[in-house]
């Protein structure tokens, strides 16, 4: 009895302290860290940036020349409206002129009538030329001009021929007669002069 008692404490294994099985350094294996980018990936950013930089810069010449543009034709709009306007008040009195040069030239033709008849008082002549005078320097206090071109050059600009004369008195393709005398406001023509041309006989 005692023997096999022996036996069976021999056979009895002893308990493990651990039951965790002990780690072998040199098996184990390093935590894996995050890998680096790879230079291909790099580069592929850097290019993806600079086409977004170029864009960028795109947009904004773009964008710079446009308004550039923008200011350009707002200035010459300015511009534009202040000629007009200057315009307008420079030659507004056109159309007034317009109508008071019929009653000009009827008092001109009373006048020239007046001189040739013997029995018109002095006093009534007078009288019409100081009118004659006083209507002429309200018109240039305006502007108004008279076109008298008796001798001068053919200008079909502010002249109107109505019939060629084959004469020596003046050159060729110059003012003969002057049947009505012509107007300027300024630099603009309120109605031409009507004139004779000359031509060689």
Not at 6 to 25: C, K
Not at 42 to 67: G, H
Not at 190 to 201: D, H, I, Q, S, T
């Amino acid at each position: 009895m005692n023997k096999e008692s022996t036996e069976q404490g021999s056979n009895t294994e002893e308990p493990l302290e651990n039951s965790d099985t002990p780690i072998n350094a040199e098996d184990s294996e390093p935590i894996a860290a995050d890998e680096p980018v790879e230079s291909d990936e790099l580069e592929t950013d850097e290019e993806e940036v600079s086409a977004i930089e170029n864009e960028a810069l795109l947009q904004v010449a773009t964008l710079k020349e446009e308004l550039l543009r923008q200011h350009a034709e707002m200035d010459n709009f300015r511009k534009r409206m202040a000629r007009e306007q200057a315009d307008r008040l420079k030659y507004h009195h056109m159309e007034l002129i317009r109508e008071l040069l019929p009653a000009i030239d009827s008092l001109e033709r009373a006048l020239a009538h007046s001189q040739q008849q013997e029995d018109a008082s002095s006093s009534m002549i007078e009288g019409i030329e100081m009118v004659n005078r006083m209507m002429q320097e309200s018109l240039n206090k305006f502007g108004v001009s008279r076109i008298e071109p008796q001798g001068e050059p053919f200008d079909p600009n502010c002249h109107q021929a109505v019939g060629m004369v084959q004469t020596d008195e003046v050159p060729e393709n110059h003012v003969l007669d002057v049947f009505q005398v012509g107007y300027y406001l300024h630099d603009r023509v309120v109605r031409p002069a009507m004139v004779r041309v000359a031509e060689k006989p």
